[in-house]
């Protein structure tokens, strides 16, 4: 269940249920809410909050109820949609999603990773009868699109190289795809028996994450689409050196402030990914992939990696050290960096 609070955010729900915090109710909801900018969906932030969670709410109803008519127990379907809407992953089975061998339950499950990994905001448009928002939302047409491309070209790979039916090597790929790029990190296969390529390209998702104001972790699609944009127009430059250009984002050129945030996250994010990846392996003695792995799992709420922590391993032989520096890398992760590595400045102290 912690996962499922988790996912839309304990302070969206204090925020929601105690209006009365007044202008710092603003500031909370704005750190909470991943993204570049606060989206209002009522005047109030209390009541753009209470809007978000009654939206979470009938998601989870609706999934639970889709779940039980896949013949799951009560128990079984409540913890499946609680790894699911909060894209946590962690499920009642060390098989994962395999266990319970059901089709019709996979496709659920696809349908609502992507749906939870959507911006609220857009679900709301939709709900309040303005669904050309969701169609117009570039952030959401780059998403959506990028994981209709990767799981075509992952399930070429499978039936070029692994030997897989077509259908089977369809199916196989969607689901890992958009359990990767949602950061669910929840396995029905274990790719780690497909070829290189395959692999590479769940590697390279699990930096991707959601939309911004989803229950996704990661970097969010937004930064990586405004990063593509900044280094289209650098390359621009180098050809017109006096053009006069600016990233554009919903038709509204992007301020050289938003870009220098982005940026700076990227790189900070990257930094605290690779003295990750240092750490793990000097601490635990893992190899470098395994270390990759485990570090950006950690920091994009996945989960899930490669070779030692691969879809089904576990960290219960890692070391205590090597268990607290994964916990401080989860937790940086799910805060979105600043708010915890803000901790270690000494002028946040003075």
């Not at 209709?148 to 070029?160: D, G, K, M, T």
């Not at 990767?180 to 396995?187: K, N, R």
């Amino acid at each position: 269940m912690s996962q499922w609070l988790g996912g839309m955010g304990f302070v969206v729900l204090y925020v929601a249920l105690f209006p009365l915090l007044g202008v710092g109710a603003s500031r909370l909801y704005g750190a909470e809410v991943p993204g570049l900018e606060v989206v209002r969906l009522r005047p109030r932030i209390s009541s753009s909050a209470g809007v978000l969670w009654l939206l979470y709410l009938l998601i989870s109803a609706v999934l639970l109820v889709l779940l039980l008519l896949g013949d799951l127990d009560v128990f079984t379907a409540a913890c499946e949609m609680f790894a699911v809407l909060g894209t946590g992953g962690f499920t009642v089975s060390s098989q994962g999603i395999a266990a319970h061998g059901s089709p019709y339950v996979e496709w659920v499950l696809i349908l609502f990773m992507w749906i939870c990994a959507t911006s609220f905001s857009l679900h709301w448009a939709v709900l309040t009868r303005k669904p050309g928002k969701l169609l117009r939302n570039s952030e959401w047409r780059f998403f959506t699109a990028t994981l209709v491309v990767l799981s075509l070209l992952v399930a070429f790979i499978l039936w070029s190289s692994n030997g897989k039916p077509l259908g089977r090597a369809l199916h196989d790929a969607l689901f890992m795809v958009v359990s990767t790029g949602t950061t669910t990190g929840v396995a029905i296969v274990d790719y780690e028996v497909w070829a290189p390529a395959a692999q590479f390209v769940l590697f390279i998702l699990m930096f991707m994450g959601g939309c911004a104001g989803s229950t996704a972790g990661g970097i969010k699609v937004v930064r990586i689409q405004l990063f593509l944009k900044q280094a289209l127009m650098s390359t621009l430059h180098t050809l017109h050196p006096g053009a006069v250009t600016a990233p554009h984002l919903a038709d509204r050129p992007v301020s050289p402030q938003t870009m220098r945030s982005v940026s700076s996250f990227l790189g900070l994010f990257m930094l605290v990914f690779l003295a990750g990846t240092v750490a793990i392996s000097v601490i635990t003695g893992m190899d470098i992939l395994s270390s990759m792995s485990a570090s950006i799992g950690m920091l994009g709420s996945n989960g899930a990696g490669l070779e030692a922590v691969g879809p089904f391993d576990t960290y219960a032989a890692m070391p205590g050290a090597g268990k607290l520096l994964l916990t401080f890398l989860m937790v940086t992760g799910r805060l979105e960096l600043y708010t915890v590595l803000i901790l270690f400045t000494a002028s946040f102290w003075r």
